[in-house]
């Protein structure tokens, strides 16, 4: 394939909204891709292909017309191009290792780039002659978000982040270069470098902390002391290095602006754009930086919800003011693209609107505006500032001139979206894209312009151009494929769309000759479409994988035809689900002309399923699974393997030559050929089958030809990084190539194209002619059908799909087809009717598939519509059935009726509703199981570490007659390493106590402090104070209860980190101590509380007893334990605490009924003959042992003569007998009461018993309780003391890392020094070597002034004096201007600030221009010979160049002195950073020392000793002293003696002002009363006197006068009720008459509206006729008239106010002679 020819680019179209730049002065360039786009502002187009390795960042440099851009692979070069030749100026090399991120040029000769990862660093190039000058490492933490060159200063940089702001500062000695940072500072205060500066938050109300108060944390080391500790926060975390330089930046919380863009000011200031819509302004010389605008927040934002619901309601005056516009502000995205100009500075972004805003005043204000409707991303001003390109990311490019909102023009409009695919329209004119969002695009062949585009306005996933009509088919979404007819291509229509199937259309493919197109579903299925116009597109018949397993995902569609017209397709399909793997079946058929004519017999049935036999259809496995497939003649084809990417050759194998078992067979490859170097891609034949292509996500293209596979051209027109190439199609004579990729390009490559000068190899051209011959023959053979189609074409109609695909909204949606079968079906029913189904009718939106079934359907029921009624008949007979035996069954007794489910015919219904009924039992079975198990882990976890390991279970002891409660103290078991522990401090204690001992033995001086000679806890009388806090010896209250030891240390010896901490071991040892003492004492009382409530059981037993005898109604007193004091009951669940019914498994019921069986069993046996009881019921009564209360129970039996006889006809005997039954029942009655009054006596002791001992129990209870309050006060003591101890070891820690810290930055500092001390010793150096050079320069300048008279003594004296002026002459300097040129006329803000390159450009011209006008001959004197002049001109040509180059060197050198300097500033300023920081490290040492020595002593002092106020939690004791009680007394006592006199004078005073006040009490009340009086008197005065008042005067029965009057008053009420009932009729039926008035009044009015039309219609033709007439008439009379008009007016006007004013004297009277009323005259007094 290589000896045909170059296969070269011949154009590219695609724009993301990267950057767009311009390179000349109406030239703009921007990435396209693998290439450079320049786009002229006339529309003429160029592209360059970049010969590099991938294609990085990009930049343009307008004034030297170049532009840089950066390779993307490893170590990257950047290539410097010169427009428009493209000539390669340079090749920057060494500046990354793996990419560049950034390119940007300054105004002269620098260009400088940021590398990526790993380096992130800014190096500065001179980009004429290819040199690396700096570089300077950036944080790697936040990528920078924008950088630039300050156009009128090259030496300046600024650089932004998310969180940072950073201008750089380039500093030049001789050929060293250096980038020096400097921080922008907000605020008041100038920070280093190095110190991290935050950015101002979002929200201008936020009120942030000072910046310094970030660096001066202090921690004092209790509230007890004045005395702190300086630490900051990363010494509190623990935290050295780098990550200590963070913590400030992962702590704050706070939203802060976001810097994304950046523009320079002639003067130098910065105005810098940030992504919420901020603006910061940087003062270029300060560095001081402050936010000038920001945006409204969101609920002040006109047309947000928040405004409109806000919680304070607006005025009346408020809500008729307009709202502002949004445009008028700058919002969030509204700056991310900012640009200067002489106007103001221009913003856009993400709002699609271009603003310009003046910040000349102190406001910001939006002075133009234009909006452009799309989101801008890229913006830059043209070299004359002229016009202003706008780049967006919707594709579009719009050119505006600044001043003129209506100047908006679209220069270059390729829309937004990824490519789905390219075809090619016949006549090898036009190519046709789409796009992702229906976006369908022509595009010209040989220029690449943009013809037409289309929107369909749904998703589209596949395109397909006819080779036979202008027509190009789209596959959508929703399953339809749209046609759309292209023979105008400049006005494409929509003629025809057909839903096929259900879900998206990926696959569309044409038969080669176009009369069949080919599309796959997502179920397998291929469908086979007429591609003809004049069958207007009709789907034609479809098939599927006939293997179950091979369905799957279709990855490819290919075709073949060969010469009987025979087409064969191939699909492969994916069924592993994963899309990577690529095909692994493949299935084959043929289409041939004989079983397209007669398709029902090759269909299965109406659906037009082919059958395989028909269509000899094949289904295989292949070996190795593979991307593509394109087949070719000699059933050849060939896909791309996914295992090593290689390109596979197969040959498709026959029906009659496969196996019966095709699930072991596989398809092998025949052979492999070089593929591509990533996995994926696609497989492609050109028109004419010779050249195959094959491209992938590596971004390449490989074309080779059938014959020769293993010789190949490649080219690339994509990246691999974003996808590779998406799809690619050949020209229809296969000299052109496209191709779409993920990046939004398309490109064209052309055989040998015309422009580049290359020819086709001898080999070539005839391959190239070949192709060219076989597109001829393929359309001469077409011509005369596509003659036909495209007639018919042209007649077809346009289509619209609003009516089927986007129902309306608004309407009801109609019933579904199956809820109206139901409706039907149980009406039939209702009326015992058979019901019949109604023919199927196919939806609107139904698919082609869908109808043919439906069509299937209808064929069925015509030929089964005889037993289909049978049928029918039948079942309505068993409902009938059915029925009646239901209406049987209900007449039945309840115990013979049938369930309802039990007439349920549907035997296999029933089952599978048991069956679900089943599976959701077990399913929500298995849901409980779950929480269950769940729970039961949870209660085990917690049971395990509440319960289990606890050595002391926690419980408690409640009071039988109070609230009282005491609890134990729960302990664990003892690690094994804290018993070590334990053992290991006290041996070691041991040890120190012994060594002491033996010091004291040997008399050795020890060094004691006054408060170690008192002793801790002792007075200055030297008694023994108990304390808690101290040392827990035997005699303070810790030892008291069972914590004391001999072992601990003094609080004034705990100097040291081991003894803290072996206090600390020893502390807790006691508080384990100590609760284990109590413990013991709360088990005692638990026992005690035990064997109480044991007691009370016994007695309560013989109380019961006495109750039930005396049959008392008393309550028995039964305490308990409760939960609180066996805690255990907690763990088990009793039978009565579940309240709901326990479920039992079958098992468990059957051993349960046979438990209940077997126990009735028993009791019957035991009901049986019982020879026992028997014997003791016969012998003994039934019992063994005979009670008195037993006997007493018992009556004397009653004589039955004494029922029988009347007392009368007694005997004496029987009256004896009498008589002894009377005393028997009267001593009987005596011994009962006595028994009673004894077993009473016995209740009340018992019950008195059972009260004291509660009593008992509560009194030593409370006295726990009283202990336990102790115990706990001793223990937290303890604690507290460990707290403060862990408290002061944590100080320590952060002592050491802040100390770890300072050594570390000493020794960075030491390190800066170092580097620093040589730059200072390199530069002093360097900058002597250069003065010498200048020196020497310097001399070399004079002796040539000096040898001047030498060099031209062969003239006379008057001649040389004359030559020596000449010689001194020079031109003047150039003075560059704002008006010089056309600079005044130019909206370039940078105008009058050049760039210095320009400037010493123009410099030098200007200074050769004028030396050779010096040069001239009409300038020599007269007398001087040419030669004599020449020599001059020479000589003075030479001392002007010297005296330029010592300029120059001169300039030089005091930029390398001031580079010294400012190093020996730099290496001064590390020197004193590092004496800082040692001063902080003395410092640090120093506050250790003092925190180690200066010890805090905690005290246990009795209520009354604290003198202190109370803070809002603990007393604060910084500003307190500890002093002698004697003092405070003799105090106390001065200060009561003083009291008492103070108040003796005050109860002295108070009586004295008592009286006063008495006084003048009494005498306001006289004044008051005064008043009163007064008042009284007037309102006597004053009281009119009405006729009420006169009448209830005179009346002598007022009364009955009133209630009279009452009487007449409801008369009359009555009669105006019913008068009025009758009005109010009148006037409704009023009503009536006048609504039917009106309504006829309407009528009329409608009339007369339209005879008024008419009317008006005359009226302004006669107007227009006397307007018209106007001038020719005399208009005397109209003035005349008019002035009668008006003073008739305004007689009226006059009339109606007379008459007003005559109504209101008439008023006026009216009220005068109403009045009637007397008036008392005031007393005057």
Not at 214 to 219: A, L, Q
Not at 935 to 961: H, S, T
Not at 1203 to 1216: A, H, R
Not at 1710 to 1716: P, S
Request: with cysteine; net charge negative.
């Amino acid at each position: 394939m290589d000896q045909i020819g170059n296969l070269e680019l011949s154009w590219a179209q695609g724009y993301s909204g990267g950057k767009a730049n311009y390179i000349d002065k109406d030239v703009i360039c921007y990435l396209c891709g693998h290439n450079i786009k320049f786009v002229a502002e006339d529309g003429a187009e160029t592209v360059f292909n970049f010969p590099g390795e991938g294609v990085g960042p990009f930049a343009a440099h307008s004034l030297s017309r170049c532009f840089a851009v950066a390779e993307q692979c490893l170590n990257p070069k950047i290539y410097v191009f010169v427009y428009p030749t493209f000539r390669k100026l340079s090749i920057l090399e060494n500046g990354a290792k793996l990419e560049y991120s950034q390119l940007f040029f300054s105004s002269s000769d620098f260009l400088c780039s940021l590398s990526g990862i790993p380096e992130f660093e800014l190096t500065l190039w001179n980009f004429q002659n290819g040199s690396k000058l700096c570089t300077f490492a950036l944080s790697r933490e936040n990528i920078p978000t924008s950088l630039s060159f300050n156009p009128g200063n090259w030496r300046q940089l600024c650089v932004t982040t998310e969180k940072t702001i950073s201008m750089l500062t380039i500093e030049q000695s001789d050929k060293y270069y250096v980038m020096q940072p400097s921080v922008v500072q907000f605020g008041k205060f100038n920070w280093p470098y190095n110190r991290r500066v935050r950015l101002p938050p979002t929200d201008p109300d936020i009120e942030e902390e000072d910046e310094r108060d970030r660096e001066i944390p202090t921690r004092a080391s209790t509230r007890m002391t004045r005395y702190t500790v300086d630490v900051p926060k990363a010494a509190k975390a623990g935290l050295v290095g780098e990550m200590a330089e963070q913590l400030d930046d992962i702590q704050d919380q706070t939203d802060r602006v976001k810097p994304v863009s950046q523009i320079w000011t002639p003067i130098g200031d910065l105005y810098i754009g940030c992504k919420g819509g901020q603006l910061i302004k940087v003062d270029g010389e300060t560095h001081k930086a402050q936010v000038i605008y920001y945006p409204p927040k969101v609920p002040d934002t006109p047309g947000s919800r928040m405004s409109s619901a806000g919680i304070q309601r607006e005025s009346m005056v408020d809500m008729k003011q307009p709202v502002e516009d949004v445009s008028d502000m700058l919002l969030e995205g509204s700056v991310n693209c900012i640009g200067l100009h002489k106007r103001g500075l221009y913003c856009a972004g993400t709002d699609g609107t271009v603003r310009l805003v003046d910040v000349k005043s102190s406001d910001v204000n939006i002075i133009e505006k234009c909006h452009i409707g799309v989101p801008v991303t890229s913006m830059a001003f043209s070299p004359s500032y002229r016009h202003l390109v706008l780049g967006s990311s919707h594709g579009t490019l719009h050119l505006y001139e600044p001043g003129a909102p209506d100047s908006l023009k679209l220069l270059k409009d390729l829309h937004h979206g990824l490519f789905v695919g390219i075809s090619c329209l016949p006549g090898n004119e036009h190519c046709v894209t789409a796009r992702e969002g229906g976006e369908l695009q022509v595009w010209s062949i040989d220029k690449g312009h943009l013809v037409s585009s289309y929107n369909v306005g749904v998703p589209v996933f596949s395109i397909a151009c006819s080779p036979m009509l202008h027509v190009c088919a789209l596959g959508t979404a929703g399953g339809f494929i749209y046609y759309l007819d292209l023979t105008n291509v400049e006005e494409p229509r929509l003629i025809q769309g057909v839903k096929v199937y259900e879900g998206p259309v990926m696959q569309l493919v044409y038969q080669d000759e176009g009369r069949y197109l080919l599309s796959a579903s997502e179920e397998g299925h291929i469908f086979i479409i007429d591609g003809r116009a004049t069958e207007n597109f009709k789907p034609l018949a479809h098939t599927e994988t006939c293997m179950e397993d091979a369905k799957g995902e279709i990855q490819a569609v290919t075709t073949y035809t060969d010469a009987k017209n025979t087409m064969s397709v191939v699909v492969t399909h994916n069924t592993s689900g994963n899309k990577r793997m690529g095909a692994n079946c493949l299935t084959t058929f043929e289409v041939s002309d004989d079983v397209m004519r007669d398709l029902r017999y090759n269909c299965n049935s109406l659906k037009y399923d082919f059958k395989d036999k028909s269509i000899k259809k094949v289904s295989v496995k292949l070996a190795v699974p593979s991307y593509g497939a394109a087949i070719s003649e000699g059933n050849t084809m060939f896909t791309m393997a996914q295992n090593n990417k290689a390109v596979q050759q197969h040959t498709l194998p026959r029906l009659e030559e496969l196996p019966k078992d095709l699930r072991k067979f596989r398809l092998e490859p025949v052979s492999e050929f070089q593929g591509h170097q990533l996995p994926g891609g696609r497989v492609l034949l050109s028109p004419h089958h010779k050249w195959l292509a094959t491209y992938g996500a590596d971004g390449s293209v490989l074309l080779r030809t059938i014959g020769q596979m293993d010789k190949t051209v490649c080219i690339t027109p994509h990246d691999y990084r974003i996808g590779g190439v998406k799809c690619m199609a050949f020209g229809e004579d296969s000299q052109n190539i496209f191709t779409t990729g993920y990046d939004g390009v398309l490109t064209c490559y052309s055989w040998n194209p015309p422009l580049t000068g290359r020819s086709y190899t001898p080999t070539g051209s005839g391959k190239a002619k070949s192709a060219i011959e076989a597109a001829r023959a393929k359309k001469s053979r077409l011509m005369t059908s596509q003659k036909e189609e495209n007639e018919h074409l042209a007649n077809m109609a346009d289509w619209t799909p609003e009516d089927i695909m986007r129902p309306s909204s608004d309407k009801i949606p109609p019933m579904s087809r199956e809820e109206k079968e139901k409706v039907k079906r149980d009406e039939a029913l209702e009326r015992d009717e058979i019901y019949k189904t109604p023919t199927p009718v196919p939806e609107p939106d139904a698919t082609w598939l869908q109808v043919q079934e439906l069509e299937s359907f209808k064929e069925e029921d015509k030929q089964y519509a005889d037993v289909k009624k049978n049928l029918r008949v039948s079942i309505r007979d068993m409902r009938r059935t059915l029925q009646s035996m239901l209406k049987n069954n209900e007449t039945l007794p309840e115990i013979e009726q049938l369930n309802r489910h039990e007439f349920d015919l549907d035997i296999e219904e029933q089952l599978r509703l048991q069956a679900e009924a089943d599976q959701e039992v077990e399913r929500v079975r298995e849901e409980i199981e779950f929480e269950n198990l769940a729970k039961m882990y949870l209660r085990e976890m917690i049971k395990r570490e509440c319960w289990d390991d606890m050595v002391v279970k926690g419980r408690a002891v409640q009071a039988f007659n109070s609230n009282l409660e005491v609890s134990n103290f729960p302990m664990r078991e003892r690690l094994p390493e804290t018993v070590k522990l334990i053992e290991k401090v006290t041996k070691r204690r041991q040890v120190e106590i012994a060594e002491a001992k033996a010091l004291d033995d040997r008399h050795i001086p020890m060094p004691k402090r006054k408060d170690d000679e008192l002793g801790e806890g002792e007075d200055d009388e030297g008694r023994e104070q108990p304390s808690t806090t101290g040392s827990l010896v035997a005699d303070t209250i810790g030892a008291q209860y069972g914590g004391g030891s001999e072992l601990f240390y003094s609080q004034f010896e705990l100097h040291s980190r081991e003894q803290k901490i072996n206090q600390i071991v020893l502390l807790e040892d006691a508080i384990y101590r100590i609760k284990q003492v109590f413990n013991k004492d709360f088990d005692e009382l638990f026992i005690k509380k035990e064997q109480e409530i044991g007691k009370i059981k016994e007695k309560n037993k013989r109380i019961r007893k006495i109750i039930a005898d005396l049959d008392l109604a008393e309550e028995v007193i039964e305490p308990s334990m409760g939960v609180a004091e066996k805690p255990e009951t907690l763990l088990t669940v009793e039978d009565d605490e579940v309240k709901v019914e326990r479920y039992y498994t079958p098992e468990q019921r059957k051993a349960i009924e046979k438990k209940e069986k077997e126990e009735e069993e028993r009791r019957a046996r035991e009901r049986g003959d019982n020879q026992r009881e028997r014997a003791l019921n016969q012998m003994m009564g039934g019992v063994l042992e005979i009670k008195k209360e037993d006997e007493l129970k018992k009556d004397v039996p009653k004589p039955a003569f004494m029922t029988q006889k009347d007392e009368n006809d007694w005997s004496e005997e029987e009256q004896k007998l009498a008589k002894d039954y009377e005393k028997k029942v009267k001593d009987l009655q005596e011994e009962r009461e006595k028994y009673r009054k004894q077993l009473e006596t016995e209740l009340r002791k018992n019950q008195s018993l059972i009260q004291e001992g509660m009593a008992g129990f509560d009194e030593m209870l409370n006295t726990v309780f009283m202990k336990k309050i102790k115990v706990m006060m001793v223990i937290y003591q303890e604690e507290l003391k460990i707290l403060r101890l862990r408290y002061s070891l944590l100080v320590e820690e952060e002592l050491e890392t802040r100390e770890s810290e300072l050594n570390r930055l000493v020794e960075h500092k030491k390190h800066l020094k170092t580097l620093a001390t040589q730059a200072v010793m390199e530069t002093r150096k360097n900058v002597d070597n250069y003065r010498e050079q200048y020196d020497i320069l310097l001399a070399e300048d004079k002796v040539m002034d000096k040898a001047f008279k030498r060099e031209f003594n062969d003239v006379s004296a008057v001649q040389q004096d004359q030559l020596y002026r000449l010689f001194k002459r020079r031109p003047r300097a150039l003075k560059i201007t704002r008006g010089e040129g056309d600079n005044i006329t130019l909206p370039n803000p940078f105008a009058d600030r050049p760039s210095t390159a320009r400037q010493n450009a123009q410099s030098k011209a200007y200074m050769d221009q004028a030396m050779d006008d010096l040069d001239k001959q009409s300038n020599c004197p007269e007398g001087v010979e040419p030669q004599v002049w020449e020599r001059l001109c020479m000589y003075r040509r030479q001392k002007v160049e010297n005296e330029n180059l010592l300029k120059l060197r001169a300039h030089i050198l005091a930029e390398m002195q001031q580079f010294q300097q400012k190093r020996q500033e730099e290496d001064d300023q590390l020197k004193n950073d590092i004496d800082s920081i040692g001063e902080q490290l003395n410092k640090l040492r120093d506050d250790r020392t003092r925190f180690n020595l200066n010890l805090e002593v905690q005290l246990l002092l009795k209520q009354g000793q604290v003198e202190v106020d109370a803070g809002s939690f603990i007393h604060d004791y910084k500003d307190s002293a500890l002093i002698h009680r004697n003092v405070v007394e003799d105090l106390n006592g001065t200060i009561k003696q003083l009291g008492e006199s103070k108040i003796a004078s005050m109860v002295e005073s108070k009586d004295f002002r008592k009286g006063i006040i008495q006084l003048e009490w009494e005498h306001k009340k006289m004044l008051m009363v005064i008043e009163d009086l007064q008042n009284k008197m007037k309102d006597v005065q004053f009281m009119k006197v009405t006729r009420e008042i006169q009448l209830f005067l005179n009346s002598p029965d007022y009364e009955g006068r009133k209630s009279e009057e009452v009487g007449k008053l409801e008369l009359t009420i009555l009669q105006q009720k019913r008068i009025h009932e009758k009005t109010l009729d009148d006037k409704n039926k009023s009503l009536r008459d006048l609504e039917r008035t009106i309504k006829q009044k309407e009528n009329d009015n409608e009339q007369l509206l339209k005879e008024l039309e008419d009317l008006n219609v005359s009226v302004h033709e006669r107007r227009h006729i006397e307007q018209v007439n106007a001038d020719r008439r005399s208009d005397a009379g109209s003035e005349k008239r008019y002035q009668e008009i008006v003073q008739r007016r305004k007689l009226v006007d006059l009339a109606k106010a007379q008459a007003q004013e005559v109504a209101v004297l008439r008023a006026e009277v009216e009220r005068l002679r109403m009045r009637t009323f007397p008036a008392l005259v005031q007393v005057e007094h």
